[in-house]
Nanobody
Framework: QVRLSDSGGGFVRAGGSLRLSCEVS?????????IAWFRQVPEKEREIVSC??????TYSDSVKGRFAISRNKDGSTVFLQMNNLKPEDTAVYYC?????????????????WGQGTQVTVAS
């Protein structure tokens, strides 16, 4: 059983920064597992934001250059540093894993999810 706990959301003005954290616990934690961040706004599909796996990271076009994903050495915590935030970044952010090495864009590929953390960016 894998448990994910995401945190760090909040309210900021446009141009501000936030740092999200995803703590992974439960089953054997490995830095070989892909950990992804998704976000969702009401009445829209959950969309990929970023993913990290075995030292490689990917970003959606909408956040590239502004967000940075990182991971601590044992793989137990993944961070999403979000800079130059825009109102369109407002969403609930979720971290997810499927205890597999591949980064996927499809949320249906992920079995384990955090509870979500709200990010609100005001103009």
């Amino acid at each position: 059983q894998v448990r994910l706990s995401d945190s760090g959301g909040g309210f900021v003005r446009a141009g501000g920064s936030l740092r999200l954290s995803c703590e992974v616990s439960g089953s054997t934690v490995s830095d070989m597992y892909a950990i992804a961040w998704f976000r969702q706004v009401p009445e829209k599909e959950r969309e990929i934001v970023s993913c990290i796996s075995m030292g490689r990271s990917t970003y959606s076009d909408s956040v590239k250059g502004r967000f940075a994903i990182s991971r601590n050495k044992d793989g137990s915590t993944v961070f999403l540093q979000m800079n130059n935030l825009k109102p369109e970044d407002t969403a609930v952010y979720y971290c997810a894993t499927d205890r597999a090495p591949a980064c996927e864009n499809d949320p249906g590929k992920f079995a384990y999810w955090g509870q979500g953390t709200q990010v609100t960016v005001a103009s």
